[in-house]
Protein backbone atom coordinates (compact mmCIF):
# COMPACT_ATOMS: atom_id res chain seq x y z
CA UNK A 1 0.00 0.00 0.00
CA UNK A 2 0.99 3.40 -0.26
CA UNK A 3 0.26 5.56 2.52
CA UNK A 4 0.26 9.57 2.14
CA UNK A 5 0.68 11.33 5.53
CA UNK A 6 -0.55 15.10 6.37
CA UNK A 7 1.43 16.70 8.82
CA UNK A 8 5.52 17.53 9.80
CA UNK A 9 5.48 17.57 13.29
CA UNK A 10 6.29 14.41 16.18
CA UNK A 11 3.03 13.16 16.39
CA UNK A 12 2.61 12.64 12.41
CA UNK A 13 6.82 11.35 13.38
CA UNK A 14 5.28 8.95 15.72
CA UNK A 15 2.25 7.75 13.51
CA UNK A 16 4.46 7.64 10.53
CA UNK A 17 7.05 5.37 12.43
CA UNK A 18 3.89 2.89 13.60
CA UNK A 19 2.46 2.72 9.72
CA UNK A 20 6.04 1.88 8.71
CA UNK A 21 5.49 -1.64 10.52
CA UNK A 22 2.78 -2.62 8.64
CA UNK A 23 3.98 -5.48 6.01
CA UNK A 24 1.25 -4.29 3.35
CA UNK A 25 3.15 -0.58 3.07
CA UNK A 26 5.25 -0.36 0.65
CA UNK A 27 5.81 3.55 0.35
CA UNK A 28 4.89 6.59 2.68
CA UNK A 29 4.72 10.05 1.23
CA UNK A 30 4.64 13.20 4.07
CA UNK A 31 3.55 16.01 3.36
CA UNK A 32 5.34 18.51 4.11
CA UNK A 33 7.03 16.18 6.85
CA UNK A 34 10.58 16.53 8.50
CA UNK A 35 13.54 15.59 8.97
CA UNK A 36 12.74 12.43 11.33
CA UNK A 37 10.45 11.60 9.20
CA UNK A 38 12.30 11.70 5.93
CA UNK A 39 14.11 8.62 7.42
CA UNK A 40 10.90 6.61 6.98
CA UNK A 41 9.07 8.58 4.16
CA UNK A 42 9.63 10.26 1.00
CA UNK A 43 9.04 14.04 1.97
CA UNK A 44 7.35 16.49 0.21
CA UNK A 45 7.42 20.45 -0.02
CA UNK A 46 3.61 21.05 -0.17
CA UNK A 47 1.86 22.34 3.09
CA UNK A 48 -0.85 20.88 5.32
CA UNK A 49 -2.68 23.92 4.72
CA UNK A 50 -2.02 23.83 0.95
CA UNK A 51 -5.32 21.66 -0.06
CA UNK A 52 -4.93 22.62 -3.76
CA UNK A 53 -1.34 21.30 -3.50
CA UNK A 54 -2.78 17.75 -1.88
CA UNK A 55 -5.47 17.56 -4.61
CA UNK A 56 -2.89 17.91 -7.19
CA UNK A 57 -0.11 15.43 -5.51
CA UNK A 58 -2.71 12.37 -5.60
CA UNK A 59 -3.63 13.35 -9.20
CA UNK A 60 0.39 12.45 -9.74
CA UNK A 61 0.87 9.83 -7.19
CA UNK A 62 -1.61 6.07 -6.67
CA UNK A 63 -2.44 6.28 -3.10
CA UNK A 64 -4.12 3.70 -1.48
CA UNK A 65 -4.63 5.57 2.39
CA UNK A 66 -4.36 9.07 3.95
CA UNK A 67 -3.99 9.59 7.16
CA UNK A 68 -4.21 14.11 7.84
CA UNK A 69 -3.24 14.62 11.27
CA UNK A 70 -3.52 18.34 12.23
CA UNK A 71 -6.55 20.99 12.89
CA UNK A 72 -6.08 23.30 9.87
CA UNK A 73 -6.41 20.69 6.89
CA UNK A 74 -9.11 18.88 9.11
CA UNK A 75 -11.04 22.04 8.76
CA UNK A 76 -10.51 23.28 5.50
CA UNK A 77 -12.22 20.00 4.66
CA UNK A 78 -8.77 17.98 3.57
CA UNK A 79 -11.14 14.87 4.00
CA UNK A 80 -13.59 15.57 2.00
CA UNK A 81 -11.72 16.69 -1.15
CA UNK A 82 -9.48 13.52 -0.64
CA UNK A 83 -12.26 11.31 -0.75
CA UNK A 84 -14.17 13.11 -3.35
CA UNK A 85 -10.79 12.05 -5.09
CA UNK A 86 -11.40 8.99 -4.40
CA UNK A 87 -8.43 8.55 -1.87
CA UNK A 88 -9.57 6.98 1.37
CA UNK A 89 -8.57 8.40 4.80
CA UNK A 90 -8.30 8.79 8.02
CA UNK A 91 -9.93 12.05 9.46
CA UNK A 92 -13.24 13.71 10.02
CA UNK A 93 -14.82 15.40 7.73
CA UNK A 94 -15.27 18.99 7.81
CA UNK A 95 -18.65 19.22 9.12
CA UNK A 96 -17.31 16.68 11.93
CA UNK A 97 -14.13 18.72 12.03
CA UNK A 98 -16.15 21.94 13.28
CA UNK A 99 -16.18 20.32 17.14
CA UNK A 100 -12.42 21.64 17.68
CA UNK A 101 -12.68 24.33 14.72
CA UNK A 102 -15.37 25.99 16.53
CA UNK A 103 -15.48 26.15 20.69
CA UNK A 104 -18.62 27.98 20.64
CA UNK A 105 -20.56 24.94 18.31
CA UNK A 106 -18.82 22.18 20.90
CA UNK A 107 -20.36 24.32 23.93
CA UNK A 108 -23.67 24.16 22.06
CA UNK A 109 -23.65 20.84 21.42
CA UNK A 110 -22.48 19.91 24.87
CA UNK A 111 -25.34 21.77 26.10
CA UNK A 112 -28.07 20.39 23.86
CA UNK A 113 -27.17 16.62 25.12
CA UNK A 114 -26.59 17.74 28.47
CA UNK A 115 -22.74 16.69 28.38
CA UNK A 116 -20.45 18.21 31.34
CA UNK A 117 -18.79 21.26 31.37
CA UNK A 118 -17.65 24.49 32.26
CA UNK A 119 -20.66 27.23 32.33
CA UNK A 120 -20.28 29.80 29.41
CA UNK A 121 -21.54 32.73 27.56
CA UNK A 122 -20.78 33.69 24.17
CA UNK A 123 -20.22 37.42 23.01
CA UNK A 124 -20.00 39.01 19.31
CA UNK A 125 -19.76 42.39 20.84
CA UNK A 126 -16.59 43.57 22.69
CA UNK A 127 -18.50 46.05 24.65
CA UNK A 128 -20.80 43.30 26.31
CA UNK A 129 -17.76 40.93 26.86
CA UNK A 130 -15.73 43.24 28.59
CA UNK A 131 -19.04 44.87 30.91
CA UNK A 132 -19.96 40.99 31.68
CA UNK A 133 -15.71 40.20 32.28
CA UNK A 134 -15.89 43.03 34.64
CA UNK A 135 -19.19 41.71 36.39
CA UNK A 136 -17.31 38.27 36.55
CA UNK A 137 -15.28 36.36 39.96
CA UNK A 138 -12.11 36.25 38.67
CA UNK A 139 -10.29 33.38 37.64
CA UNK A 140 -12.20 33.60 34.51
CA UNK A 141 -11.48 32.00 30.69
CA UNK A 142 -12.08 33.59 27.72
CA UNK A 143 -11.59 31.62 24.56
CA UNK A 144 -11.58 33.01 20.43
CA UNK A 145 -14.34 30.93 18.80
CA UNK A 146 -12.10 29.16 15.93
CA UNK A 147 -9.00 28.00 15.37
CA UNK A 148 -6.03 29.93 16.80
CA UNK A 149 -2.64 27.73 16.36
CA UNK A 150 -3.22 26.58 20.04
CA UNK A 151 -2.61 30.31 21.67
CA UNK A 152 -6.51 31.40 22.12
CA UNK A 153 -7.63 30.34 25.70
CA UNK A 154 -6.51 32.82 28.25
CA UNK A 155 -7.30 31.53 31.92
CA UNK A 156 -7.36 35.20 32.96
CA UNK A 157 -6.34 35.40 37.17
CA UNK A 158 -8.13 39.47 37.25
CA UNK A 159 -10.37 41.83 35.08
CA UNK A 160 -6.92 43.14 33.93
CA UNK A 161 -5.80 40.16 32.08
CA UNK A 162 -9.35 39.67 31.08
CA UNK A 163 -9.46 42.81 29.56
CA UNK A 164 -5.92 42.39 27.72
CA UNK A 165 -7.38 38.89 26.32
CA UNK A 166 -11.08 40.24 24.83
CA UNK A 167 -9.17 43.38 23.40
CA UNK A 168 -6.22 41.16 21.67
CA UNK A 169 -9.19 38.74 20.02
CA UNK A 170 -11.98 41.38 19.34
CA UNK A 171 -10.62 44.38 18.48
CA UNK A 172 -6.95 43.87 17.56
CA UNK A 173 -7.81 40.79 15.81
CA UNK A 174 -5.01 38.78 16.67
CA UNK A 175 -6.21 35.34 15.71
CA UNK A 176 -8.10 37.04 13.01
CA UNK A 177 -11.56 35.97 11.94
CA UNK A 178 -11.25 33.07 14.35
CA UNK A 179 -11.68 35.54 17.31
CA UNK A 180 -14.68 37.86 16.33
CA UNK A 181 -16.83 35.57 18.29
CA UNK A 182 -15.88 34.64 22.14
CA UNK A 183 -16.79 32.70 24.86
CA UNK A 184 -16.04 33.67 28.75
CA UNK A 185 -16.17 30.36 30.39
CA UNK A 186 -16.03 29.84 34.03
CA UNK A 187 -13.09 27.85 35.72
CA UNK A 188 -12.90 24.98 36.78
CA UNK A 189 -10.30 23.42 38.41
CA UNK A 190 -9.06 20.01 39.31
CA UNK A 191 -6.59 17.56 37.83
CA UNK A 192 -6.77 17.60 33.69
CA UNK A 193 -6.54 14.32 31.84
CA UNK A 194 -6.41 13.94 28.04
CA UNK A 195 -7.87 11.51 26.34
CA UNK A 196 -7.50 10.11 22.88
CA UNK A 197 -10.75 7.62 21.27
CA UNK A 198 -10.68 6.02 17.84
CA UNK A 199 -14.17 6.27 16.95
CA UNK A 200 -15.23 5.17 13.37
CA UNK A 201 -19.47 6.98 14.49
CA UNK A 202 -20.80 3.50 16.15
CA UNK A 203 -18.00 2.45 18.42
CA UNK A 204 -15.68 4.13 20.35
CA UNK A 205 -12.78 2.69 21.90
CA UNK A 206 -10.95 5.14 24.06
CA UNK A 207 -6.85 4.97 24.04
CA UNK A 208 -4.90 4.85 27.60
CA UNK A 209 -5.48 8.41 29.11
CA UNK A 210 -2.78 10.84 29.04
CA UNK A 211 -1.54 14.01 31.06
CA UNK A 212 -0.18 16.70 29.17
CA UNK A 213 1.94 19.37 30.69
CA UNK A 214 0.80 22.51 28.85
CA UNK A 215 3.07 25.65 30.63
CA UNK A 216 6.04 26.70 29.20
CA UNK A 217 8.38 26.40 32.62
CA UNK A 218 8.62 23.80 35.16
CA UNK A 219 5.99 23.95 38.05
CA UNK A 220 3.34 24.56 35.67
CA UNK A 221 4.46 28.38 35.47
CA UNK A 222 5.09 30.62 32.01
CA UNK A 223 2.95 31.10 28.73
CA UNK A 224 0.75 27.91 27.74
CA UNK A 225 2.51 25.69 25.00
CA UNK A 226 1.54 23.56 22.57
CA UNK A 227 2.35 21.14 25.21
CA UNK A 228 5.95 20.34 26.54
CA UNK A 229 5.84 16.91 27.71
CA UNK A 230 2.87 13.81 28.24
CA UNK A 231 2.63 10.71 30.84
CA UNK A 232 0.61 8.19 30.00
CA UNK A 233 -1.66 6.69 31.65
CA UNK A 234 -2.73 9.55 33.45
CA UNK A 235 -2.44 8.82 37.66
CA UNK A 236 -5.49 10.33 38.20
CA UNK A 237 -7.66 8.53 35.75
CA UNK A 238 -9.03 5.69 37.94
CA UNK A 239 -11.11 2.75 35.82
CA UNK A 240 -14.26 4.36 37.86
CA UNK A 241 -13.74 7.47 36.47
CA UNK A 242 -12.81 5.85 32.77
CA UNK A 243 -16.27 4.17 32.80
CA UNK A 244 -18.18 7.53 34.11
CA UNK A 245 -16.63 9.61 31.36
CA UNK A 246 -17.72 6.70 28.55
CA UNK A 247 -21.38 7.11 29.92
CA UNK A 248 -21.30 10.81 30.91
CA UNK A 249 -19.13 12.12 27.47
CA UNK A 250 -17.40 9.72 25.19
CA UNK A 251 -20.93 8.19 24.04
CA UNK A 252 -22.95 11.12 23.81
CA UNK A 253 -20.48 12.75 22.23
CA UNK A 254 -20.40 10.60 19.00
CA UNK A 255 -24.19 10.21 18.98
CA UNK A 256 -24.95 13.82 19.09
CA UNK A 257 -22.66 14.57 16.53
CA UNK A 258 -24.46 11.45 14.89
CA UNK A 259 -28.03 13.45 15.46
CA UNK A 260 -26.41 16.22 14.45
CA UNK A 261 -25.68 15.01 10.86
CA UNK A 262 -22.06 15.20 11.35
CA UNK A 263 -20.98 11.84 12.04
CA UNK A 264 -17.41 11.51 13.47
CA UNK A 265 -14.74 9.20 12.02
CA UNK A 266 -11.60 9.21 13.21
CA UNK A 267 -9.40 10.48 16.49
CA UNK A 268 -11.66 12.03 19.13
CA UNK A 269 -9.42 13.86 21.76
CA UNK A 270 -11.12 14.61 24.56
CA UNK A 271 -9.62 17.43 27.25
CA UNK A 272 -10.97 16.80 31.01
CA UNK A 273 -10.79 18.49 34.11
CA UNK A 274 -11.92 16.12 37.03
CA UNK A 275 -13.81 18.45 39.37
CA UNK A 276 -15.43 17.73 42.23
CA UNK A 277 -18.20 17.56 40.61
CA UNK A 278 -17.05 14.53 38.36
CA UNK A 279 -15.72 15.00 34.63
CA UNK A 280 -16.26 18.00 32.77
CA UNK A 281 -15.18 18.39 28.80
CA UNK A 282 -12.38 21.70 28.85
CA UNK A 283 -12.32 21.04 25.10
CA UNK A 284 -12.52 18.57 22.22
CA UNK A 285 -10.48 18.40 19.41
CA UNK A 286 -10.98 16.05 15.89
CA UNK A 287 -7.26 14.46 15.86
CA UNK A 288 -4.17 13.48 17.99
CA UNK A 289 -2.86 15.49 20.32
CA UNK A 290 0.61 16.53 20.23
CA UNK A 291 2.34 15.38 22.00
CA UNK A 292 0.06 13.17 23.62
CA UNK A 293 0.39 11.05 20.40
CA UNK A 294 4.20 10.58 20.96
CA UNK A 295 3.23 9.24 24.32
CA UNK A 296 0.02 7.54 23.81
CA UNK A 297 0.99 5.25 20.38
CA UNK A 298 3.92 3.75 21.34
CA UNK A 299 2.01 1.92 23.92
CA UNK A 300 -0.27 0.84 21.13
CA UNK A 301 -0.01 -3.18 20.34
CA UNK A 302 -2.41 -3.40 18.10
CA UNK A 303 -1.44 -1.99 14.46
CA UNK A 304 -2.07 1.49 14.00
CA UNK A 305 -2.83 1.31 10.41
CA UNK A 306 -5.31 -1.87 10.94
CA UNK A 307 -7.64 0.32 13.28
CA UNK A 308 -6.99 3.29 10.76
CA UNK A 309 -8.46 1.20 8.02
CA UNK A 310 -11.93 -0.28 10.38
CA UNK A 311 -12.54 3.34 11.77
CA UNK A 312 -12.65 4.75 8.06
CA UNK A 313 -14.94 1.02 7.15
CA UNK A 314 -17.30 1.69 10.00
CA UNK A 315 -15.45 -1.62 11.32
CA UNK A 316 -14.21 -0.55 14.69
CA UNK A 317 -16.29 -3.03 16.74
CA UNK A 318 -14.54 -6.16 15.00
CA UNK A 319 -11.09 -4.47 15.39
CA UNK A 320 -8.14 -5.37 18.61
CA UNK A 321 -7.05 -2.21 19.88
CA UNK A 322 -4.76 -2.98 22.31
CA UNK A 323 -1.87 -1.23 24.70
CA UNK A 324 0.63 -2.59 26.61
CA UNK A 325 0.69 -2.43 30.22
CA UNK A 326 3.24 0.15 31.48
CA UNK A 327 4.04 3.96 30.95
CA UNK A 328 5.30 6.31 28.84
CA UNK A 329 7.06 9.78 29.13
CA UNK A 330 7.73 12.27 26.64
CA UNK A 331 9.85 15.30 27.13
CA UNK A 332 9.76 17.82 24.47
CA UNK A 333 12.89 19.34 23.71
CA UNK A 334 12.14 23.31 22.79
CA UNK A 335 13.91 26.05 21.15
CA UNK A 336 15.00 29.05 23.66
CA UNK A 337 12.35 31.54 23.34
CA UNK A 338 9.53 28.84 22.61
CA UNK A 339 6.65 29.64 22.63
CA UNK A 340 7.65 33.23 21.58
CA UNK A 341 9.92 34.02 18.84
CA UNK A 342 12.92 31.81 18.57
CA UNK A 343 15.83 31.16 16.18
CA UNK A 344 16.10 27.97 13.84
CA UNK A 345 18.94 26.38 11.98
CA UNK A 346 21.00 24.90 14.93
CA UNK A 347 22.86 21.46 14.28
CA UNK A 348 21.20 18.99 16.92
CA UNK A 349 23.86 16.26 18.29
CA UNK A 350 21.97 13.33 19.50
CA UNK A 351 24.77 11.53 21.38
CA UNK A 352 23.89 8.21 22.04
CA UNK A 353 20.16 8.78 23.53
CA UNK A 354 18.38 6.70 20.48
CA UNK A 355 20.57 3.65 21.74
CA UNK A 356 18.64 3.59 25.25
CA UNK A 357 16.26 0.83 25.29
CA UNK A 358 12.82 1.77 25.16
CA UNK A 359 13.30 5.09 24.18
CA UNK A 360 12.15 6.88 20.75
CA UNK A 361 13.08 10.59 19.85
CA UNK A 362 10.43 11.77 17.34
CA UNK A 363 11.50 15.00 15.68
CA UNK A 364 8.58 17.77 16.02
CA UNK A 365 10.70 20.57 14.30
CA UNK A 366 13.45 19.12 12.67
CA UNK A 367 14.96 19.32 9.11
CA UNK A 368 17.85 17.06 7.42
CA UNK A 369 20.74 18.17 5.00
CA UNK A 370 23.50 16.00 3.89
CA UNK A 371 22.16 13.17 6.75
CA UNK A 372 22.69 15.88 9.58
CA UNK A 373 19.83 17.24 11.78
CA UNK A 374 18.64 21.45 12.41
CA UNK A 375 16.11 22.83 14.43
CA UNK A 376 13.55 24.42 12.28
CA UNK A 377 10.78 24.77 14.90
CA UNK A 378 9.63 25.76 18.49
CA UNK A 379 9.02 22.31 19.66
CA UNK A 380 12.39 20.44 17.98
CA UNK A 381 11.91 17.04 19.89
CA UNK A 382 9.18 14.94 21.23
CA UNK A 383 12.06 12.46 23.32
CA UNK A 384 9.75 9.56 24.56
CA UNK A 385 10.41 6.09 26.61
CA UNK A 386 8.50 3.20 27.71
CA UNK A 387 9.11 1.15 30.55
CA UNK A 388 6.92 -0.95 32.88
CA UNK A 389 6.10 1.80 35.63
CA UNK A 390 6.15 5.92 35.41
CA UNK A 391 9.12 6.33 37.04
CA UNK A 392 10.96 3.99 35.04
CA UNK A 393 9.76 5.49 31.74
CA UNK A 394 10.66 9.06 33.53
CA UNK A 395 14.40 8.39 34.69
CA UNK A 396 14.97 6.82 31.11
CA UNK A 397 13.78 9.92 29.17
CA UNK A 398 15.77 12.27 31.35
CA UNK A 399 18.60 10.12 30.42
CA UNK A 400 18.06 10.43 26.82
CA UNK A 401 17.57 14.34 27.22
CA UNK A 402 20.83 14.91 28.58
CA UNK A 403 22.68 12.93 25.85
CA UNK A 404 20.63 15.20 23.18
CA UNK A 405 22.15 18.97 22.61
CA UNK A 406 21.48 21.63 20.42
CA UNK A 407 21.79 25.79 20.98
CA UNK A 408 19.25 27.20 22.75
CA UNK A 409 17.69 23.46 23.62
CA UNK A 410 15.33 24.06 26.59
CA UNK A 411 13.05 21.63 28.26
CA UNK A 412 10.97 21.04 31.30
CA UNK A 413 12.96 18.81 33.78
CA UNK A 414 9.34 18.11 35.93
CA UNK A 415 7.45 16.03 33.84
CA UNK A 416 5.45 13.36 35.37
CA UNK A 417 6.35 14.84 38.28
CA UNK A 418 3.09 16.51 39.43
P1 LIG B 1 -7.21 24.66 25.26
O1 LIG B 1 -6.41 25.46 24.28
O2 LIG B 1 -8.69 24.70 25.05
O3 LIG B 1 -6.59 23.31 25.46
O4 LIG B 1 -7.00 25.35 26.67
C1 LIG B 1 -5.71 25.51 27.17
C2 LIG B 1 -5.71 25.28 28.65
O5 LIG B 1 -6.52 26.28 29.29
C3 LIG B 1 -6.36 23.96 29.09
O6 LIG B 1 -5.47 22.90 29.00
C4 LIG B 1 -6.72 24.29 30.52
O7 LIG B 1 -5.59 24.17 31.35
C5 LIG B 1 -7.10 25.73 30.45
N1 LIG B 1 -8.57 25.87 30.37
C6 LIG B 1 -9.35 25.94 29.29
N2 LIG B 1 -10.65 26.06 29.63
C7 LIG B 1 -10.68 26.07 30.97
C8 LIG B 1 -11.74 26.18 31.94
N3 LIG B 1 -13.00 26.35 31.59
N4 LIG B 1 -11.38 26.14 33.24
C9 LIG B 1 -10.09 26.02 33.63
N5 LIG B 1 -9.07 25.92 32.77
C10 LIG B 1 -9.35 25.95 31.46
N1 LIG C 1 -1.33 19.00 23.24
C1 LIG C 1 -2.55 19.64 23.02
C2 LIG C 1 -3.05 19.58 21.64
O1 LIG C 1 -2.61 18.82 20.81
O2 LIG C 1 -3.98 20.33 21.34
Known sequence: MNILIIGGGGREHVITSLIAKNPKVSKIYALPGNGGISQLAECVKISAEDIDGIISFVHTHAIDFAIVAPDDPLALGAVDRLEAEGVKCFGPTKKAALIESSKIFAKKLMTKYHIPTAGYKIFSDIDKALSHAALSDCPIVIKADGLAKGKGVTVAENFQQAKDAIISCMKDKSFGASGEKILIEECLSGHEVTVLAFTDGKTIVPMVSSMDHKRAYD????????GMGVIAPNPYYTPEIADECMR???????????????TFKGCLYFGLMLTNEGPKVIEYNCRFGDPEAEAVLPLMESDLLDVMIAVREEKLSDCPVKFRKGASCCVVCASAGY??????????????AGKIPGVEIFHAGTKSEDGKFFTSGGRVLAVNAVDDDLESARSKAYEAVSKISFDGMRYRSDIGGC
Do not use: H, Q, V
Not at 219 to 226: A, L, Q
Not at 248 to 262: D, H, Q, S, V, W
Open 219 to 226: GNKGPNTG
Open 248 to 262: TIFLPTINAMNKEGR
Open 339 to 352: PGSYLTGYPIDFGD
